[in-house]
Protein backbone atom coordinates (compact mmCIF):
# COMPACT_ATOMS: atom_id res chain seq x y z
CA UNK A 1 0.00 0.00 0.00
CA UNK A 2 2.56 2.63 0.34
CA UNK A 3 3.31 2.50 -3.08
CA UNK A 4 -0.34 3.85 -3.97
CA UNK A 5 0.25 6.53 -1.09
CA UNK A 6 3.36 7.40 -2.61
CA UNK A 7 1.84 7.72 -6.25
CA UNK A 8 -1.05 10.06 -5.05
CA UNK A 9 0.84 11.79 -2.37
CA UNK A 10 3.00 12.87 -5.61
CA UNK A 11 -0.25 14.04 -7.74
CA UNK A 12 -1.19 15.65 -4.66
CA UNK A 13 2.16 17.49 -4.13
CA UNK A 14 2.50 18.48 -8.02
CA UNK A 15 -1.28 19.88 -7.72
CA UNK A 16 -0.29 21.88 -4.33
CA UNK A 17 3.01 22.97 -5.63
CA UNK A 18 1.02 24.43 -8.97
CA UNK A 19 -1.64 26.35 -6.58
CA UNK A 20 0.71 27.57 -3.75
CA UNK A 21 2.70 29.48 -6.87
CA UNK A 22 -0.10 30.69 -8.48
CA UNK A 23 -1.29 32.16 -5.13
CA UNK A 24 2.07 33.78 -3.62
CA UNK A 25 2.72 35.57 -6.95
CA UNK A 26 -0.71 37.11 -7.19
CA UNK A 27 -0.84 37.98 -3.40
CA UNK A 28 2.71 39.41 -4.05
CA UNK A 29 1.87 41.96 -7.07
CA UNK A 30 -1.80 42.72 -4.70
CA UNK A 31 0.37 43.56 -1.89
CA UNK A 32 3.44 45.62 -4.07
CA UNK A 33 0.49 47.55 -5.90
CA UNK A 34 -2.90 47.13 -3.95
CA UNK A 35 -5.02 47.77 -7.56
CA UNK A 36 -8.43 46.86 -7.80
CA UNK A 37 -7.64 43.85 -10.44
CA UNK A 38 -4.22 42.80 -8.57
CA UNK A 39 -6.85 42.31 -5.24
CA UNK A 40 -9.58 40.71 -7.34
CA UNK A 41 -6.85 38.29 -9.09
CA UNK A 42 -5.04 37.61 -5.87
CA UNK A 43 -8.66 36.63 -4.52
CA UNK A 44 -9.46 34.26 -6.76
CA UNK A 45 -6.28 32.29 -6.48
CA UNK A 46 -6.94 32.44 -2.89
CA UNK A 47 -10.37 30.48 -3.74
CA UNK A 48 -8.89 27.76 -5.58
CA UNK A 49 -6.32 26.82 -2.96
CA UNK A 50 -9.69 27.08 -0.06
CA UNK A 51 -11.42 25.43 -3.08
CA UNK A 52 -8.71 22.51 -3.41
CA UNK A 53 -8.71 21.57 0.24
CA UNK A 54 -11.91 21.76 1.19
CA UNK A 55 -12.31 18.46 -1.13
CA UNK A 56 -14.37 16.09 0.85
CA UNK A 57 -13.13 12.94 -0.71
CA UNK A 58 -9.42 13.54 -0.44
CA UNK A 59 -9.88 14.65 3.07
CA UNK A 60 -11.44 11.23 3.92
CA UNK A 61 -8.61 9.50 1.95
CA UNK A 62 -5.92 11.35 3.97
CA UNK A 63 -7.53 10.74 7.23
CA UNK A 64 -8.09 6.86 6.70
CA UNK A 65 -4.37 6.30 5.25
CA UNK A 66 -3.07 8.43 8.39
CA UNK A 67 -5.40 6.53 10.60
CA UNK A 68 -4.74 3.38 10.01
CA UNK A 69 -0.75 3.71 9.37
CA UNK A 70 -1.17 3.11 5.47
CA UNK A 71 2.24 5.45 4.64
CA UNK A 72 3.91 2.10 6.57
CA UNK A 73 7.49 3.09 8.05
CA UNK A 74 8.47 5.54 5.84
CA UNK A 75 8.79 8.25 8.46
CA UNK A 76 8.81 10.93 5.73
CA UNK A 77 5.49 9.66 4.03
CA UNK A 78 3.88 9.51 7.29
CA UNK A 79 4.89 12.87 7.91
CA UNK A 80 3.56 14.41 4.95
CA UNK A 81 0.13 11.74 5.45
CA UNK A 82 0.04 13.73 8.73
CA UNK A 83 -0.02 17.03 7.84
CA UNK A 84 -1.60 16.62 4.52
CA UNK A 85 -4.65 15.47 6.87
CA UNK A 86 -4.59 17.97 9.34
CA UNK A 87 -5.14 20.76 6.41
CA UNK A 88 -7.54 19.06 4.94
CA UNK A 89 -9.50 19.09 8.04
CA UNK A 90 -8.84 22.70 8.78
CA UNK A 91 -10.42 23.88 5.37
CA UNK A 92 -13.31 21.56 4.81
CA UNK A 93 -15.99 24.34 3.78
CA UNK A 94 -18.52 24.20 0.98
CA UNK A 95 -18.56 26.29 -2.37
CA UNK A 96 -21.07 28.47 -0.92
CA UNK A 97 -19.34 29.45 2.20
CA UNK A 98 -15.85 29.42 0.60
CA UNK A 99 -17.28 31.91 -2.03
CA UNK A 100 -18.79 34.10 0.89
CA UNK A 101 -15.16 34.05 2.92
CA UNK A 102 -13.31 34.90 -0.11
CA UNK A 103 -15.24 37.62 -0.98
CA UNK A 104 -15.02 39.17 2.33
CA UNK A 105 -11.46 38.92 2.74
CA UNK A 106 -11.29 40.31 -0.25
CA UNK A 107 -13.08 43.61 0.81
CA UNK A 108 -10.82 43.31 4.09
CA UNK A 109 -7.41 43.24 2.34
CA UNK A 110 -8.65 45.97 0.17
CA UNK A 111 -9.49 48.46 3.40
CA UNK A 112 -6.45 47.35 5.43
CA UNK A 113 -3.93 47.92 2.15
CA UNK A 114 -5.61 51.25 0.88
CA UNK A 115 -6.78 52.83 5.02
CA UNK A 116 -4.78 56.12 5.10
CA UNK A 117 -5.52 57.59 8.47
CA UNK A 118 -6.56 61.43 7.70
CA UNK A 119 -5.85 64.57 10.39
CA UNK A 120 -7.08 67.90 9.20
CA UNK A 121 -7.87 66.36 5.22
CA UNK A 122 -3.82 65.09 5.29
CA UNK A 123 -3.36 61.49 4.59
CA UNK A 124 -1.12 59.75 6.77
CA UNK A 125 0.74 56.38 6.26
CA UNK A 126 1.12 53.91 9.64
CA UNK A 127 4.51 54.92 9.21
CA UNK A 128 3.54 58.71 9.82
CA UNK A 129 0.99 57.60 12.54
CA UNK A 130 4.15 55.75 13.85
CA UNK A 131 6.26 58.91 13.72
CA UNK A 132 3.67 61.41 15.53
CA UNK A 133 3.55 58.87 18.28
CA UNK A 134 6.83 58.27 18.84
CA UNK A 135 8.24 62.19 18.46
CA UNK A 136 4.94 65.02 18.74
CA UNK A 137 4.86 66.07 22.45
CA UNK A 138 1.67 67.53 22.16
CA UNK A 139 -0.85 65.46 23.66
CA UNK A 140 -4.09 66.88 21.19
CA UNK A 141 -1.63 66.18 18.18
CA UNK A 142 -1.24 62.91 19.44
CA UNK A 143 -4.90 61.97 20.36
CA UNK A 144 -5.91 63.29 16.82
CA UNK A 145 -3.51 60.69 14.77
CA UNK A 146 -4.63 57.45 17.48
CA UNK A 147 -8.15 58.18 17.14
CA UNK A 148 -7.49 58.80 12.79
CA UNK A 149 -5.69 55.40 12.69
CA UNK A 150 -8.61 53.69 14.59
CA UNK A 151 -10.94 54.83 11.71
CA UNK A 152 -10.37 51.84 9.62
CA UNK A 153 -12.69 49.79 12.70
CA UNK A 154 -15.94 50.74 11.90
CA UNK A 155 -15.22 49.99 8.24
CA UNK A 156 -14.61 46.28 9.00
CA UNK A 157 -16.08 45.14 11.89
CA UNK A 158 -19.23 43.54 10.68
CA UNK A 159 -17.42 41.85 7.78
CA UNK A 160 -15.00 40.88 10.44
CA UNK A 161 -17.76 39.18 12.57
CA UNK A 162 -19.19 37.50 9.86
CA UNK A 163 -16.24 35.67 8.75
CA UNK A 164 -16.06 34.74 12.07
CA UNK A 165 -19.37 33.35 11.53
CA UNK A 166 -18.30 31.60 9.03
CA UNK A 167 -14.77 30.78 10.40
CA UNK A 168 -16.66 28.78 13.29
CA UNK A 169 -19.45 26.98 11.24
CA UNK A 170 -16.72 25.00 8.90
CA UNK A 171 -15.48 24.10 12.75
CA UNK A 172 -18.52 23.13 14.34
CA UNK A 173 -19.02 20.99 11.03
CA UNK A 174 -15.75 18.74 11.79
CA UNK A 175 -16.74 18.53 15.50
CA UNK A 176 -15.15 21.41 16.82
CA UNK A 177 -16.02 23.77 19.58
CA UNK A 178 -15.44 26.67 17.38
CA UNK A 179 -12.56 28.34 14.88
CA UNK A 180 -10.37 29.34 17.41
CA UNK A 181 -9.68 26.17 19.30
CA UNK A 182 -9.83 23.89 15.95
CA UNK A 183 -7.17 26.38 14.65
CA UNK A 184 -4.92 25.84 17.19
CA UNK A 185 -5.20 22.10 17.59
CA UNK A 186 -4.73 21.30 14.03
CA UNK A 187 -1.90 23.71 13.88
CA UNK A 188 -0.20 21.05 16.62
CA UNK A 189 -1.13 23.29 19.35
CA UNK A 190 -2.86 22.22 22.68
CA UNK A 191 -5.39 24.88 23.27
CA UNK A 192 -5.39 24.11 27.08
CA UNK A 193 -1.83 23.64 27.26
CA UNK A 194 -1.57 26.94 25.78
CA UNK A 195 -4.16 28.78 28.18
CA UNK A 196 -2.32 27.32 30.62
CA UNK A 197 0.97 28.46 29.78
CA UNK A 198 -0.10 32.15 29.32
CA UNK A 199 -1.55 32.24 32.63
CA UNK A 200 1.25 31.27 34.49
CA UNK A 201 2.85 34.18 32.22
CA UNK A 202 0.45 36.75 33.36
CA UNK A 203 1.36 35.73 36.59
CA UNK A 204 4.93 35.35 36.66
CA UNK A 205 4.77 38.96 34.59
CA UNK A 206 2.31 40.73 36.32
CA UNK A 207 4.39 42.29 39.54
CA UNK A 208 7.55 43.12 36.83
CA UNK A 209 5.41 44.67 34.48
CA UNK A 210 3.74 47.10 36.87
CA UNK A 211 7.16 47.62 38.25
CA UNK A 212 8.20 49.44 34.99
CA UNK A 213 4.93 50.59 33.67
CA UNK A 214 4.90 52.83 36.86
CA UNK A 215 8.45 54.31 36.10
CA UNK A 216 8.01 54.16 32.22
CA UNK A 217 4.62 56.29 32.95
CA UNK A 218 6.63 58.72 35.31
CA UNK A 219 8.74 59.71 32.65
CA UNK A 220 6.03 59.86 30.30
CA UNK A 221 4.20 62.08 32.26
CA UNK A 222 7.17 64.62 32.91
CA UNK A 223 7.73 64.63 29.33
CA UNK A 224 3.92 64.94 27.99
CA UNK A 225 2.89 67.12 31.22
CA UNK A 226 0.12 65.22 32.01
CA UNK A 227 -0.42 63.53 35.10
CA UNK A 228 0.00 59.66 35.37
CA UNK A 229 -3.56 59.27 36.24
CA UNK A 230 -4.29 61.24 33.25
CA UNK A 231 -2.10 58.91 30.56
CA UNK A 232 -4.21 57.61 27.88
CA UNK A 233 -3.24 55.11 25.12
CA UNK A 234 -2.09 57.67 23.00
CA UNK A 235 0.51 58.80 24.84
CA UNK A 236 2.59 55.32 24.68
CA UNK A 237 4.45 54.49 21.12
CA UNK A 238 2.04 52.60 18.42
CA UNK A 239 -1.61 52.62 18.06
CA UNK A 240 -1.69 49.27 20.22
CA UNK A 241 0.55 49.84 23.21
CA UNK A 242 2.80 46.68 21.97
CA UNK A 243 6.46 47.98 21.68
CA UNK A 244 8.13 50.29 24.34
CA UNK A 245 8.04 54.04 23.78
CA UNK A 246 11.11 55.36 23.92
CA UNK A 247 12.59 56.50 27.51
CA UNK A 248 15.56 58.07 28.43
CA UNK A 249 17.95 60.75 26.04
CA UNK A 250 19.37 57.58 23.88
CA UNK A 251 18.93 58.34 20.48
CA UNK A 252 18.75 54.64 18.91
CA UNK A 253 17.01 56.15 15.86
CA UNK A 254 19.89 58.26 15.24
CA UNK A 255 22.44 55.76 14.99
CA UNK A 256 20.51 54.50 12.24
CA UNK A 257 20.22 58.24 10.16
CA UNK A 258 23.16 57.88 7.78
CA UNK A 259 23.38 54.32 7.49
CA UNK A 260 21.87 51.68 4.96
CA UNK A 261 19.85 49.34 6.70
CA UNK A 262 20.16 46.93 3.40
CA UNK A 263 24.18 47.12 3.60
CA UNK A 264 23.70 46.43 7.74
CA UNK A 265 21.31 43.30 7.43
CA UNK A 266 23.64 41.73 4.29
CA UNK A 267 26.58 42.13 6.71
CA UNK A 268 24.62 40.27 9.78
CA UNK A 269 24.02 37.58 7.97
CA UNK A 270 26.85 37.62 6.09
CA UNK A 271 28.51 36.87 9.93
CA UNK A 272 26.62 33.96 10.35
CA UNK A 273 27.24 32.44 6.99
CA UNK A 274 23.81 32.85 5.31
CA UNK A 275 23.77 35.49 2.22
CA UNK A 276 20.99 37.09 1.95
CA UNK A 277 21.47 39.14 -1.44
CA UNK A 278 19.41 37.22 -3.66
CA UNK A 279 16.27 38.03 -1.08
CA UNK A 280 17.07 41.71 -0.84
CA UNK A 281 17.47 41.59 -4.76
CA UNK A 282 13.78 39.81 -5.06
CA UNK A 283 12.21 42.34 -2.65
CA UNK A 284 10.24 45.74 -2.43
CA UNK A 285 11.63 47.68 0.84
CA UNK A 286 10.32 51.27 0.24
CA UNK A 287 7.14 52.64 1.26
CA UNK A 288 4.58 54.21 -2.15
CA UNK A 289 1.48 54.67 -2.02
CA UNK A 290 -1.13 51.65 -2.78
CA UNK A 291 1.33 49.41 -1.16
CA UNK A 292 1.00 47.26 1.75
CA UNK A 293 1.90 49.37 4.83
CA UNK A 294 3.04 46.19 7.08
CA UNK A 295 6.33 43.61 6.62
CA UNK A 296 6.31 40.39 4.88
CA UNK A 297 8.50 37.56 4.10
CA UNK A 298 7.26 35.03 1.46
CA UNK A 299 8.39 31.97 0.03
CA UNK A 300 7.04 31.77 -3.76
CA UNK A 301 7.87 28.26 -5.24
CA UNK A 302 10.26 26.80 -2.07
CA UNK A 303 12.77 26.59 -4.58
CA UNK A 304 14.87 29.33 -3.91
CA UNK A 305 12.27 32.44 -4.52
CA UNK A 306 12.07 34.21 -1.35
CA UNK A 307 11.28 37.97 -0.94
CA UNK A 308 10.16 40.44 1.60
CA UNK A 309 8.08 43.28 1.65
CA UNK A 310 8.67 46.29 3.97
CA UNK A 311 8.29 50.12 4.14
CA UNK A 312 12.37 50.67 5.14
CA UNK A 313 12.91 54.32 6.94
CA UNK A 314 15.96 54.78 8.86
CA UNK A 315 15.17 54.10 12.15
CA UNK A 316 15.46 51.28 15.08
CA UNK A 317 12.11 49.94 13.74
CA UNK A 318 12.69 49.30 10.38
CA UNK A 319 16.39 48.38 10.82
CA UNK A 320 14.78 45.14 13.29
CA UNK A 321 11.76 44.51 11.05
CA UNK A 322 14.52 44.25 8.23
CA UNK A 323 16.60 41.82 10.13
CA UNK A 324 13.14 40.13 11.16
CA UNK A 325 11.74 39.87 7.93
CA UNK A 326 14.95 38.04 6.41
CA UNK A 327 15.23 35.81 9.43
CA UNK A 328 12.03 33.89 8.01
CA UNK A 329 13.72 34.50 4.45
CA UNK A 330 17.07 32.47 5.32
CA UNK A 331 15.12 29.82 6.93
CA UNK A 332 12.70 29.55 3.92
CA UNK A 333 16.15 29.73 1.90
CA UNK A 334 18.21 27.06 3.49
CA UNK A 335 15.66 24.49 3.86
CA UNK A 336 17.08 21.74 1.84
CA UNK A 337 15.61 20.82 -1.60
CA UNK A 338 16.17 17.45 -0.86
CA UNK A 339 13.70 17.26 1.24
CA UNK A 340 9.87 16.06 -0.57
CA UNK A 341 8.28 19.37 -1.15
CA UNK A 342 5.49 19.35 1.63
CA UNK A 343 8.26 19.05 3.79
CA UNK A 344 10.02 22.35 2.99
CA UNK A 345 8.24 24.45 4.82
CA UNK A 346 9.76 25.57 8.41
CA UNK A 347 8.41 23.02 11.35
CA UNK A 348 5.61 25.48 12.33
CA UNK A 349 4.92 29.11 12.21
CA UNK A 350 5.96 29.45 15.55
CA UNK A 351 9.60 28.41 14.66
CA UNK A 352 9.98 30.43 12.07
CA UNK A 353 8.92 33.76 13.96
CA UNK A 354 11.39 31.97 16.15
CA UNK A 355 13.91 32.63 14.25
CA UNK A 356 12.79 35.87 12.90
CA UNK A 357 12.11 37.68 16.26
CA UNK A 358 15.99 36.53 17.55
CA UNK A 359 17.66 38.03 14.50
CA UNK A 360 15.18 41.27 14.73
CA UNK A 361 16.88 41.60 18.49
CA UNK A 362 20.29 42.11 17.29
CA UNK A 363 19.72 45.57 17.22
CA UNK A 364 19.63 45.87 20.75
CA UNK A 365 22.80 43.58 21.40
CA UNK A 366 26.24 45.15 22.27
CA UNK A 367 27.80 43.22 20.21
CA UNK A 368 26.26 43.98 16.94
CA UNK A 369 26.52 47.77 17.64
CA UNK A 370 29.82 46.81 17.74
CA UNK A 371 30.71 44.23 15.14
CA UNK A 372 28.07 45.35 12.63
CA UNK A 373 27.18 49.23 13.52
CA UNK A 374 30.81 49.68 13.88
CA UNK A 375 30.33 51.66 16.99
CA UNK A 376 32.85 52.31 19.53
CA UNK A 377 33.74 49.89 22.64
CA UNK A 378 32.27 53.02 24.59
CA UNK A 379 29.64 53.56 22.32
CA UNK A 380 28.25 49.81 21.74
CA UNK A 381 28.61 49.39 25.63
CA UNK A 382 25.99 51.99 26.69
CA UNK A 383 23.93 51.27 23.28
CA UNK A 384 24.47 47.67 24.62
CA UNK A 385 23.65 48.31 28.29
CA UNK A 386 20.26 50.62 27.43
CA UNK A 387 19.83 48.33 24.33
CA UNK A 388 19.18 45.01 26.80
CA UNK A 389 16.86 46.98 29.29
CA UNK A 390 14.55 48.57 26.60
CA UNK A 391 14.60 44.66 25.00
CA UNK A 392 13.22 43.49 28.65
CA UNK A 393 10.92 46.11 28.83
CA UNK A 394 10.25 45.69 25.29
CA UNK A 395 9.30 41.74 25.90
CA UNK A 396 7.37 42.26 29.01
CA UNK A 397 5.22 44.83 27.40
CA UNK A 398 4.94 42.85 24.28
CA UNK A 399 3.93 39.47 26.01
CA UNK A 400 1.13 41.64 28.14
CA UNK A 401 -0.15 42.45 24.14
CA UNK A 402 0.00 38.89 23.61
CA UNK A 403 -2.11 37.67 26.00
CA UNK A 404 -4.98 40.76 24.91
CA UNK A 405 -4.87 39.06 21.86
CA UNK A 406 -5.02 35.72 22.23
CA UNK A 407 -7.79 36.08 24.82
CA UNK A 408 -9.55 38.32 22.56
CA UNK A 409 -9.49 35.70 19.83
CA UNK A 410 -10.56 32.87 22.09
CA UNK A 411 -13.56 34.65 23.40
CA UNK A 412 -14.34 36.05 20.10
CA UNK A 413 -14.64 32.56 18.43
CA UNK A 414 -16.49 31.05 21.48
CA UNK A 415 -19.05 33.47 20.86
CA UNK A 416 -18.39 36.25 18.03
CA UNK A 417 -22.42 38.03 18.72
CA UNK A 418 -21.07 39.46 21.91
CA UNK A 419 -20.43 42.64 22.53
CA UNK A 420 -16.76 42.65 21.02
CA UNK A 421 -16.12 46.61 21.83
CA UNK A 422 -16.22 45.80 25.62
CA UNK A 423 -14.54 42.63 25.79
CA UNK A 424 -11.49 45.01 23.91
CA UNK A 425 -10.80 47.40 26.76
CA UNK A 426 -12.10 44.89 29.09
CA UNK A 427 -8.56 42.89 28.21
CA UNK A 428 -6.40 46.12 27.53
CA UNK A 429 -7.38 47.29 31.00
CA UNK A 430 -6.27 43.88 32.64
CA UNK A 431 -3.49 43.31 30.90
CA UNK A 432 -2.10 46.26 29.43
CA UNK A 433 -2.94 48.30 32.42
CA UNK A 434 -4.40 51.07 30.15
CA UNK A 435 -6.90 53.46 30.30
CA UNK A 436 -10.42 53.28 28.45
CA UNK A 437 -10.60 56.95 26.55
CA UNK A 438 -14.44 57.87 26.74
CA UNK A 439 -16.60 56.88 24.37
CA UNK A 440 -14.34 54.00 23.26
CA UNK A 441 -17.34 51.11 23.82
CA UNK A 442 -19.36 52.47 21.33
CA UNK A 443 -15.83 51.74 18.70
CA UNK A 444 -15.03 48.50 17.37
CA UNK A 445 -11.44 49.17 17.95
CA UNK A 446 -10.41 45.53 17.95
CA UNK A 447 -11.22 45.25 14.62
CA UNK A 448 -8.75 48.11 14.08
CA UNK A 449 -5.67 45.28 14.25
CA UNK A 450 -5.28 43.30 10.86
CA UNK A 451 -4.49 40.04 12.25
CA UNK A 452 -7.71 39.51 13.82
CA UNK A 453 -9.54 39.75 10.28
CA UNK A 454 -6.89 38.36 8.35
CA UNK A 455 -4.39 36.42 10.18
CA UNK A 456 -6.85 34.64 12.65
CA UNK A 457 -5.43 32.24 15.52
CA UNK A 458 -1.80 33.20 14.79
CA UNK A 459 -0.53 35.51 17.65
CA UNK A 460 0.37 33.17 19.96
CA UNK A 461 2.77 32.61 17.55
CA UNK A 462 5.05 35.32 18.53
CA UNK A 463 5.25 34.59 22.03
CA UNK A 464 5.73 31.14 21.73
CA UNK A 465 8.62 31.63 18.96
CA UNK A 466 9.97 34.39 21.58
CA UNK A 467 10.45 31.62 23.72
CA UNK A 468 11.56 29.20 21.52
CA UNK A 469 14.73 32.08 20.59
CA UNK A 470 15.43 32.13 23.82
CA UNK A 471 16.25 28.61 24.26
CA UNK A 472 18.17 28.94 21.19
CA UNK A 473 19.87 31.54 22.37
CA UNK A 474 20.94 29.86 25.45
CA UNK A 475 21.63 27.05 23.64
CA UNK A 476 24.42 28.81 21.59
CA UNK A 477 25.83 31.07 24.23
CA UNK A 478 26.81 28.07 26.16
CA UNK A 479 28.27 25.86 23.24
CA UNK A 480 29.26 28.59 20.94
CA UNK A 481 29.77 31.72 22.77
CA UNK A 482 26.94 33.57 20.72
CA UNK A 483 25.15 34.58 18.17
CA UNK A 484 26.42 37.81 16.11
CA UNK A 485 29.36 36.87 13.61
CA UNK A 486 29.98 33.84 14.25
CA UNK A 487 29.37 31.16 11.87
CA UNK A 488 29.04 28.24 14.13
CA UNK A 489 25.69 29.55 15.20
CA UNK A 490 24.64 29.36 11.05
CA UNK A 491 25.90 26.00 11.04
CA UNK A 492 23.35 25.52 14.13
CA UNK A 493 20.75 26.73 12.49
CA UNK A 494 21.23 24.98 9.02
CA UNK A 495 21.81 21.75 10.61
CA UNK A 496 19.37 21.31 13.75
CA UNK A 497 16.61 23.54 12.62
CA UNK A 498 16.14 24.34 8.81
CA UNK A 499 17.25 20.86 7.57
CA UNK A 500 14.50 19.38 9.03
CA UNK A 501 12.04 21.00 7.67
CA UNK A 502 8.51 20.38 8.54
CA UNK A 503 9.77 16.86 9.25
CA UNK A 504 8.89 17.03 12.92
CA UNK A 505 6.55 18.44 15.26
CA UNK A 506 7.82 21.71 16.32
CA UNK A 507 8.05 20.53 19.91
CA UNK A 508 10.62 17.62 18.66
CA UNK A 509 12.31 19.75 16.34
CA UNK A 510 12.91 22.05 19.30
CA UNK A 511 14.07 18.98 21.80
CA UNK A 512 16.38 17.83 18.28
CA UNK A 513 17.51 21.06 18.34
CA UNK A 514 18.51 22.48 22.09
CA UNK A 515 17.90 19.23 24.02
CA UNK A 516 14.38 20.19 25.51
CA UNK A 517 11.04 21.25 24.77
CA UNK A 518 9.37 24.55 24.86
CA UNK A 519 9.22 25.78 28.50
CA UNK A 520 8.14 29.43 30.20
CA UNK A 521 11.39 29.13 32.15
CA UNK A 522 13.85 31.10 30.38
CA UNK A 523 11.79 34.09 29.77
CA UNK A 524 10.79 34.47 32.95
CA UNK A 525 14.14 34.11 34.43
CA UNK A 526 15.24 36.68 31.93
CA UNK A 527 12.47 39.36 31.79
CA UNK A 528 10.53 38.65 34.98
CA UNK A 529 12.41 38.84 37.68
ZN1 LIG B 1 7.46 37.52 11.45
Known sequence: MPNGVRNTVGQLTDQVRGLHIDMSLKMWTAATTGTPEALDSAAKSRAAWMRYWADPEQYRQVKAWDEDGEAGDDAQLRRIVHLLHLFFAENQRDPATIDEMTELQKVLDSAYTNFRAEVDGRRLTANDVDEILRHENDSAKRRAAWEAGKEIGPRVADQIRRLAELRNDGARRMGYDNFHRMSLILNEIDPDWLFTLLDDLAAKTEEPFRRMKA???????????????????????????????????????????????????????????????????????????????????????????????????????????????????????????????????????????????????????????????????????????????????????????????????????????????????????????????????????????????????????????????????????????????????????????????????????????????????????????
Not at 333 to 342: Q, S
Not at 434 to 441: D, I, M, N
Open 215 to 529: EMDSELSQRFGVPVEDLMPWHYADPFFQRAPMLGDYDFDALFQQRDLVALATATYDGLGMDVRDILGRSDLYEREGKDQHAFCTTIDREGDVRTLCNLKPSLRWMETLLHELGHGVYDKYIPTELPWLLRSPAHTLSTEALAMLMGANVLDPEWHARILGSSSAEAEKAGTLGQARFRLEEVIFARWVMVMVHFERLMYEDPSRDLNALWWDLVQKYQLLLKPEGRERKPDWATKYHIALAPAYYQNYLLGRMMSLQWDGWLRRHVGGIVGRAAAGEFFRERVFALGATLPWNEGLEFATGEKLNPYHFARQFAD
